[in-house]
């Protein structure tokens, strides 16, 4: 086992790393930005390593810093968390080519499904179900005609594209025009790839993956699903699990899939295959597999008493002893709702400054970096925190989801509270009849005052 593991991230997924550290009685090294110098997962951490200015690219996403880190402080591992460098195929190697382990997946297994196209091609391989689409498109001309071969509406995916960026839904001729160049544009600017193909749209779409944890020799198991429907353009707002009205059948034949699909690539560490379902037709097709820790992973934690981040580093220690004989058995429900500093009232314009008050339940899991006096940078995704209940069925998880996000209590910046407030009881959500568009029909009236010009005797009262 290691004796001390660099976490390479920031913000609720450093401090939730950091936690099963202590809890290992692992040594741990933080990095930060300037902009990061006061932030929780500093403190919290046995050393900590400046690596650059507030910019990522300068720092969270600087190879050379991180590795000089590690080999300064003598980790003997690197934890990358989600996001920056999390699937990085070059950090991963840079990390192996130094002698210090990677903990997650293997070069091999980022490279094999960091680009969507190619993902398809190894999941039609293995049987997996895709829904109807393309190779890579050379130019607008050939997706319109691959469009009007599989039938509108469609939607354009960025094949390098992650986090819901580099996708356009296009309903007719005219939108597959616009939307080529536009995705083509923002897939090379965001991604260095400009590589563009084209799938079938499922209007009344579930958003369905499964979690998967693999010794990188060809065992792979599963720990269940994860329903992550409820998105704000494209983004995961609330996901749960078990996935509501997923018939039996179809549970077991997505966790199937897979298995078959990660086994087949010799996957190592954790992982999530993602689907779209259609419920209309009981029908499920391939979307793509994340080489890294989801952000919702702590639901499927908290259903089968599994620590995922501990499995990883033991995992990259070489033992994946706890793999013999495992069958997941989840028990009871579980939700995760995302609180971000955000404004719904200004198109959710990302909220920075100071959090003057921070308040979760005591009674519920809230992963987050967010405390009293703590600074939310421009700089950086605006995730505060994770608010997670677990209950023994799902009416009662969303009644302690409604009750949490009422006893939570942020001030000082906006964020998104109060529109989750209002998402929990929603109909859709309650009802457990959730798709990817259902947000849409939420219309959020925001309970604030903005002052537009203020002189110097304005008061708010």
């Known amino acids: 086992m290691f004796t001390k593991v660099l976490v390479a991230n920031r913000g609720a997924i450093a401090c939730r790393i950091l936690r099963t550290l202590k809890e290992m009685g692992v040594a741990s090294v933080a990095v930060f930005s300037d902009a990061d110098a006061g932030s929780l997962h500093v403190s919290q951490a046995d050393e ?14 600087d190879v050379d810093a991180i590795l000089a880190a590690a080999r300064a402080t003598g980790a003997q591992a690197i934890h990358p968390g989600y996001g920056f460098l999390s699937e990085n195929v070059a950090f991963a190697e840079a990390c192996e080519a130094a002698g210090i382990a990677f903990i997650g997946p293997t070069p091999d297994n980022i490279r094999a499904f960091g680009l969507k196209h190619t993902a398809r091609d190894l999941a039609q391989a293995q049987g997996v179900p895709l829904a109807p689409g393309t190779d890579l498109l050379t130019d607008a001309e050939a997706a319109l005609a691959a469009a009007e071969t599989i039938g509108f509406p469609v939607i354009l995916k960025a094949t390098a594209g992650g986090g819901g960026i580099g996708m356009r839904v296009c309903e007719d001729e005219a939108a597959v025009a616009e939307a080529f160049a536009a995705v083509t544009r923002l897939a090379g600017s965001n991604f260095s790839d400009g590589g563009v ?26 720990l269940g699903e994860r329903d992550c429907s409820l998105q704000r353009r494209n983004q995961k707002v609330i996901e749960e699990t078990p996935a ?28 999530t295959v993602e689907f779209l379902y259609d419920a209309e037709r009981d029908d499920f097709f391939f979307l793509e597999v994340n080489t890294r820790l989801q952000v919702e992973h702590g639901v499927t ?12 580093i033991r995992g990259a220690a070489g033992d994946y002893g706890f793999l013999a ?56 995704d605006p995730l505060l925190a994770k608010l997670i209940v677990t209950a023994p069925d799902r009416e009662q998880a969303v009644a ?23 998402v929990a009881r929603s109909e859709a ?14 219309a959020f009236q925001p309970q604030t005052i903005r002052v537009l010009s203020g002189g110097p005797a304005t008061t708010v009262q």
Do not use: C
Request: proline residues 5%; glycine residues 8%.
């Open 48 to 61: 900590a390593v400046r690596i650059g200015p507030a910019p990522a690219a300068q720092s969270y996403l």
């Open 197 to 222: 193909f084209l799938e079938r749209y499922v209007r009344q779409a579930r958003h369905i993956e499964v979690q998967v944890f693999g010794d990188g020799q060809g065992h792979v198991v599963a």
């Open 244 to 271: 509501p009205h997923l018939p039996a059948a179809t549970r077991q034949a997505l966790i199937e899939a897979a298995v078959r699909l990660t086994s087949a690539a010799r996957y190592r560490s954790a992982g």
């Open 301 to 312: 934690e908290q259903v089968t008493g599994v620590d995922l981040v501990a499995w990883m």
């Open 325 to 380: 004989g495992f069958e997941a058995a989840p028990r009871g429900a579980s939700i995760q709702a995302r609180l971000y500093a955000e404004d719904p009232g200004q198109d959710y314009r990302p909220s920075s400054g100071v959090l003057t008050e921070v308040r979760f339940p005591k009674d519920v899991r809230a992963d987050s970096w967010a405390v009293d006096g703590t600074e939310v940078s421009a700089f950086y």
């Open 400 to 422: 302690a989801l409604q009750q949490a996000l009422d006893d939570t209590r942020l001030a000082g910046l906006e964020t998104n509270l109060e529109w989750l407030r209002q």
């Open 429 to 442: 959500f309650v009802s457990g009849q959730v798709s990817t568009r259902a947000l849409a029909d939420i």
